[in-house]
């Protein structure tokens, strides 16, 4: 699925759009952010590059999907994989695909101390390569006894590859048994120094011996200062930049410090300085490691030839493990936080509904306590939705809801809802906000109607589009005028659209196009205050004057209010009842095509299978067989008469008399 980059920003994917929530301290976070619990690099770039671009093959997100099943059934399996991945180094998928590159050789001209870096790194791939694979039996054992298809395919990928197991003699016949992956970085130079066993190389051995002598005598130097200068506190760190450095707690240092240390700087409650012994002798024992990098490269360079004929292999590491980091330090933990039953495995189609009960905001339901559930459903007779409701009432939130819900779904998580049942969408379309763009010179409109118009030209019949008070930003003839229109070329494909507007004409359009549905976010006028209940109701209601309490409570002179409201009441007099004698006029209609519209739906089901339909007193029994020629003469039948549906939780049409 591809998604644009206004989209990316509106539906706040992978950055929130406000850093505050209404008055609240509490960072909103963006839906990466939530999902960002991944142990590793390229589990992270992964879940990134998901969110980004989803999924839109069924049976790959179904794959995802059970194995998401047997981790959430399956508590040993979760917790003894997410215990084997934790010994895979942070950096892992990044060093595996390192030895794909070839070095250039190193030649005596350009071993000089700039390559020292370069083979600094090559060590350290090569000592994290060694850990990564030391942790393979313990993701095999793990894994032994998983069933989904995914699972047991890593697990064969894993444990049949035998070159893992001839990669892993190599390094074990150069490098030392004992040279582990650090973090700390003094402890990491000497392993790095140290990776190559002891009597391979004469002059590696004599370059170790003046680190160690160096960095001894670093050592000593701090002890001395320590009894000279009467500071038992002193402490000797190291960082990459700078070598080694004194750090003195500043209350230990009684009127000024001896002239002997240079460098002096406040660093909290210490003070960081050198002196120049500890500057040469740091400059003696970089260059004695960087000539240990280099003299150790030339050791590695016939195991690094080896490993790179089998680099196929551990590029399929990095991306089993990238994959498994994300399925289960990301989507089972996130699920395995949530209470039980929060969070439901989504079901796909091409070309069904998109419905999704009790839906809710993945970032704004944590946030919120009391966040209230919604519903949506849409399918091929019914591809727009119009969602209005006054100021506050939960629309926008509404319609980022359903989008983050469907991108949930299809990168392959479980979908924070009670059911869900989801056309597999192909892009993401949005249009909300309304923002100068003052790089591109566009005014508020400009940018709205640039939005817009990528919109149309690039909308497809698998597309799900969002547009929030499109036509505010103009003159309300105009601005309404092209809302309608955009609605109207909009229903004309099969594209699911949800518009979240203000203007209460645009309800109209369900009397004139059947496949258009109005629904409000319901609110009560409790004393001349708003009371939101963010509850989605059929139908459009027409709330008086909301934006005029709003904007009391905002703070609004009150004569101002006052001659506003004498204003609007004239208004919409007029208007309210022209849309009273359209309503009632088009309810019948409305109601037999939402109903023959049911019935396709029921038609499609393909587990519902042979139906019970009761007409008048008599029962008929429809086989799947007959189902097809049934539908084309009845539904006419059907609609003439009084109906009722029988609709199940899951939007799974059961059983219908009439
Ligand atoms: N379902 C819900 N449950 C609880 N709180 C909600 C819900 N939906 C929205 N809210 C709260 O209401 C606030 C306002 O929602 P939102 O911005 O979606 O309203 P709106 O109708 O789009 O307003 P406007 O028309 O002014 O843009 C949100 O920031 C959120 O805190």
């Known amino acids: 699925m591809s998604i644009d980059s206004t989209s990316v920003r509106n539906l706040e994917i992978i950055e929130p759009f406000h850093s505050n929530l209404l008055g609240t301290t509490n960072k909103k976070r963006s839906l990466f952010h939530m999902l960002k619990t991944t142990k590793t690099t390229g589990g992270t770039r992964l879940l990134r590059a998901n969110l980004l671009q989803p999924l839109k093959d069924i049976t790959t ?11 959430m059934s399956n508590e040993q399996l979760f917790f003894g994989l997410s215990q084997a991945l934790r010994k895979f180094p942070k950096e892992t998928d990044r060093v595996l695909c390192h030895f794909c590159f070839k070095p250039k050789k190193v030649t005596n001209e350009v071993a000089g101390a700039d390559n020292a870096r370069r083979s600094q790194v090559l060590i350290s791939s090569i000592i994290l390569l060694k850990t990564a694979l030391d942790a393979l039996p313990l993701l095999s054992k793990a894994l032994k006894d998983a069933k989904s298809f995914l699972l047991a395919n890593v697990y064969k990928t894993i444990s049949e590859n035998e070159k893992y197991f001839s990669i892993r003699k190599r390094v074990g016949e150069v490098i030392d048994e004992d040279v582990l992956h650090a ?7 000497t392993q790095q120094c140290f990776a190559v066993k002891a009597g391979i190389d004469g002059l590696l051995d004599i370059a170790r011996r003046t680190f160690c002598d160096t960095s001894e005598a670093i050592h000593n130097l701090a002890n001395k200062y320590r009894e000279e200068f009467k500071l038992p506190n ?3 760190p190291f960082n990459n930049r700078q070598g080694f450095y004194f750090s003195i707690p500043q209350k230990d240092i009684q009127g000024k410090l001896p002239s ?8 909290g409650n210490n003070i960081h300085c050198s002196t120049l012994e500890l500057a040469s002798l740091n400059v003696r024992n970089k260059s004695a490691a960087a000539e240990c990098y280099i003299r150790t490269e030339v050791c590695l360079e016939a195991l690094l030839n080896s490993i790179r004929e089998d680099v196929s292999a551990l590029t399929l590491l990095a991306e089993v493990l990238c994959l498994l980091d994300m399925i289960i330090n990301s989507f089972a933990y996130t699920i395995s936080t949530k209470p039980v039953d929060r969070y439901t495995r989504p079901e796909f189609t091409s070309s069904g509904p998109l419905a999704i009960d009790a839906g809710r905001h993945p970032i704004l339901e944590s946030i919120h306590d009391d966040y209230v559930p919604n519903n949506i459903f849409m399918s091929e007779a019914s591809n727009m939705v119009i969602v209005m409701g006054p100021n506050m009432s939960g629309k926008s939130t509404y319609l980022q809801q359903v989008c983050l819900i469907v991108i949930l779904a299809q990168i392959g998580c479980y979908v924070p809802a009670r059911f869900s049942t989801i056309r597999v969408v192909d892009r993401i379309f949005t249009r909300m906000g309304s923002v100068d763009n003052l790089e591109s010179n566009s005014s508020t409109f400009m940018t ?3 939005e817009t ?17 499109l036509g505010r930003a103009t003159s309300s003839s105009d601005g309404f005028a092209i809302a309608w229109s955009c609605c109207e070329h909009l229903l004309s494909l099969k594209a699911y659209s949800i518009f979240a507007t203000h203007m209460e004409n645009l309800s109209e359009l369900a009397t004139i196009y059947p496949n258009v549905r109005i629904v409000h976010f319901h609110v009560d006028i409790k004393s001349n205050r708003l009371d939101f209940k963010f509850q989605l109701e059929d139908g459009s209601r027409h709330v008086p004057h909301y934006g005029l309490l709003l904007a009391e409570v905002a703070g609004l002179p009150r004569s ?20 009273e004698v359209n309503c009632t006029q088009y309810h019948k209609l409305q109601m037999v095509y939402r109903v023959a519209q049911r019935l396709i739906c029921l038609n499609l089901s393909p587990d519902v299978t042979p139906l019970q339909f009761q007409q008048g007193s008599g029962n008929n029994s429809v086989t799947k067989g007959r189902r097809e020629i049934w539908f084309e003469t009845q539904v006419e039948l059907i609609a003439r008469q ?4 029988y609709c199940c939780k899951d939007f799974k049409v059961r059983s219908i008399s009439f």
């Open 61 to 71: 997100i179904n794959t995802r999907l059970d194995c998401l099943d047997e981790l």
């Open 183 to 189: 973090r700390a970085p003094f402890i990491a130079r």
């Open 234 to 236: 002193l402490k000797l």
């Open 260 to 267: 002997k240390f240079i460098q002096v700087l406040k660093h």
């Open 448 to 450: 709205e109607m640039k």
């Open 453 to 469: 118009a990528f919109i149309m030209q690039n909308v497809s019949q698998r597309s799900l589009v969002l547009m929030d008070e």
């Open 560 to 579: 101002v209010i006052e001659t506003a409201r004498r204003i609007t009441s004239k208004i919409m007099e007029k208007q309210i009842k022209k849309m």
């Open 642 to 645: 009084h109906i009722q549906i």
